[in-house]
Nanobody, 124 residues
């Protein structure tokens, strides 16, 4: 059974930084796509960033390009999301997720294992 556990959320002021971690267990990810999604109150869950575990290729939603960096540490089976220059509109619950298929997809419904989420709050 796959387990994903997020950590690193918190409250920061606009312009600040946070680093989210997603500790994983129970699966060898190979060509899986691992990603970060977020959901603000009253809004649909949305794609933030993804990484192909085997190659390290990365993909970003336009509003976070240049501010967020997704990475993974194979030895630690952990994925990260470094978030810089945070804005109030980045406020949301952030989830790590995995897709046991090599094709990149942006829809949250295409990811079949999930963490419990971690709250990120950015104040102006």
């Amino acid at each position: 059974q796959v387990h994903l556990v997020e950590s690193g959320g918190g409250s920061v002021q606009a312009g600040g930084s946070l680093r989210l971690s997603c500790a994983t267990s129970g699966r060898t990810f190979g060509n899986d796509i691992m990603g970060w999604f977020r959901q603000a109150p009253g809004k649909e869950r949305e794609f933030v960033a993804a990484i192909r575990w085997s190659s390290g290729n990365t993909y970003y939603e336009d509003s976070v390009k240049g501010r967020f960096t997704i990475s993974r540490d194979n030895a630690k089976n952990t994925m990260y999301l470094q978030m810089n220059s945070l804005k109030p509109e980045d406020t949301a619950v952030y989830y790590c997720a995995g897709r046991s298929h090599p094709n990149l997809r942006y829809e949250w419904q295409e990811y079949n294992y999930w963490g419990q989420g971690t709250q990120v709050t950015v104040s102006s």
